[in-house]
């Protein structure tokens, strides 16, 4: 009974299809080869009915029919892959839209202003010193953390320089090191833009670009160290003083060493920013909290146009809720002052206050310097970043309108680390 059954449905199914052909493709059919199509049908319907699916009948009327259908389907049968699941790919595009516009919405961190609770783009800088990794492990390490290596050859041998950023200029805001933007592909789809770095040697340029949010200040101090220098600052005083900075006309160049042909200049992977899940319903039912990590839109912040001399930047930032409407807010030593107390509400508050871990502590910096106050407009948030020591936020640009929220940080996704799970 079950093996009957199971025939009978495909036939129903033959038959749908059959008629489906008909009526679809008659009209570009010959009279006769429509006739005889209309004649299988009939017959096929009538076999159904009669209790005969499964017979020896039943099988050469359905090859016949089978290929009389593939003759003259064209695109409706026999189907393809994308042709059978249309519907299917269509509602599900629907609903990841609905989730994505109403719910859930991917977001990819791309720098560290919101360190260490979230990372951006990271390096993993390879020396003589400490060698990149064997080349079977480079599939796992893009799998796992999202690991993509960047280096590029020497020419020649001679000296090998890097060009400073001008003070003022757009490079300068983003890093010491100049760079041109360019437009680029990711993935080989979308649309993106990269950081077009310039090394030379002996006179000739060797570009390495890029994603446009990762700069080579963390890069180049482990990559071409002085001293115990650490940070860029460190390393440029620590540069100075042993008189690798050197003018060229209206150019500040750094002296890195010397290299040979054939040798990698530069070698060094960038791992990942944080992916995470925003969650873009809850705000529609309460008002954000203080110590949420929110999402919002650059667009929508006319300080920060302003402050990138009147272009619209229209960016997804993601930096912790300090401040709301009426709020009072200032830094004392290394604590955010809210309203005249320690300010409360997420463990990344207390840790800063205390510098605890690889937390730096509150910077009294932009509206904050010197410690003035600021009060919080109504319908405004303010919005400062975990790592207040390398973190462009509303010190410097601005309070967030209420109109430019998204949502708040929900869990990281990906990469495969500790920070896993939900978000802090």
């Known amino acids: 009974m079950f093996f009957t059954s199971g025939k009978k449905k495909k036939a129903k199914e033959l038959f749908s299809e059959a008629c489906k052909v008909y009526d679809f493709r008659r009209d570009l059919m010959p009279v006769q080869d429509a006739e005889s199509l209309r004649a299988s049908i009939d017959s096929l319907d009538e076999m159904i009915d009669d209790g005969k699916v499964g017979t020896r009948e039943y099988e050469n009327l359905a090859r016949e029919l089978e290929k009389q259908m593939s003759k003259w389907g064209g695109k409706i049968y026999p189907l393809s892959f994308w042709a059978d699941n249309v519907d299917m790919i269509i509602v599900a595009g629907i609903l990841a839209l609905g989730i994505r516009s109403f719910f859930l919405q991917p977001f990819k961190i791309p720098t560290n202003s919101m360190y260490p609770s979230f990372y951006g783009m990271t390096s993993q800088v390879y020396t003589e010193e400490s060698p990149e990794p064997p080349a079977y492990l480079k599939p796992f390490r893009w799998t796992f953390s999202g690991a993509s290596n960047y280096s590029v050859k020497s020419p020649k041998s001679g000296e090998l320089f890097i060009e400073i950023a001008p003070q003022g200029s757009l490079a300068s805001r983003s890093g010491c090191f100049d760079f041109t933007p360019v437009d680029a592909m990711e993935y080989l789809v979308w649309p993106s833009q990269h950081r077009k770095y310039k090394f030379i040697v002996d006179g000739e340029?060797?570009?390495?670009?890029?994603?446009?949010?990762?700069?080579?200040?963390?890069?180049?101090?482990?990559?071409?160290?002085?001293?115990?220098?650490?940070?860029?600052?460190?390393?440029?005083?620590?540069?100075?003083?042993?008189?690798?900075?050197?003018?060229?006309?209206?150019?500040?160049?750094?002296?890195?060493?010397?290299?040979?042909?054939?040798?990698?200049?530069?070698?060094?992977?960038?791992?990942?920013?944080?992916?995470?899940?925003?969650?873009?319903?809850?705000?529609?039912?309460?008002?954000?909290?203080?110590?949420?990590?929110i999402v919002f839109r650059t667009k929508y912040c006319e300080g920060l146009r302003q402050y990138n001399g009147g272009r619209e930047d229209d960016k997804y930032y993601i930096k912790r809720l300090v401040g709301e409407s009426g709020d009072r807010l200032r830094v004392e030593g290394s604590t955010l002052m809210r309203n005249g107390k320690p300010i409360e509400g997420s463990e990344a508050f207390g840790h800063n206050a205390k510098k605890e871990g690889l937390y730096c502590g509150y910077m009294p910096e932009g509206d904050l310097q010197g410690g003035a106050e600021v009060v919080i407009l109504p319908e405004h948030y303010y919005a400062m970043g975990d790592n207040s020591a390398n973190s462009l936020?509303?010190?410097?640009?601005?309070?967030?309108?209420?109109?430019?929220?998204?949502?708040?940080?929900?869990?990281?996704f990906y990469p495969f680390t500790e920070r896993w799970g939900a978000s802090k």
């Not at 936020?393 to 990281?412: E, F, N, T």
Request: overall charge neutral; charged content about 30%.
């Open 205 to 293: 340029e060797v570009p390495l670009e890029v994603p446009i949010d990762f700069s080579l200040d963390a890069v180049i101090p482990k990559a071409f160290p002085i001293g115990e220098a650490k940070d860029i600052s460190e390393y440029m005083v620590a540069a100075g003083k042993e008189g690798r900075i050197i003018r060229s006309g209206p150019s500040i160049f750094l002296k890195l060493g010397d290299v040979k042909k054939g040798d990698k200049i530069i070698n060094f992977d960038i791992l990942s920013g944080d992916m995470l899940f925003v969650d873009r319903f809850t705000y529609n039912f309460r008002r954000p909290k203080i110590g949420d990590a």
């Open 393 to 412: 936020d509303s010190r410097y640009w601005g309070q967030v309108p209420k109109q430019a929220l998204v949502g708040k940080s929900l869990i990281i």
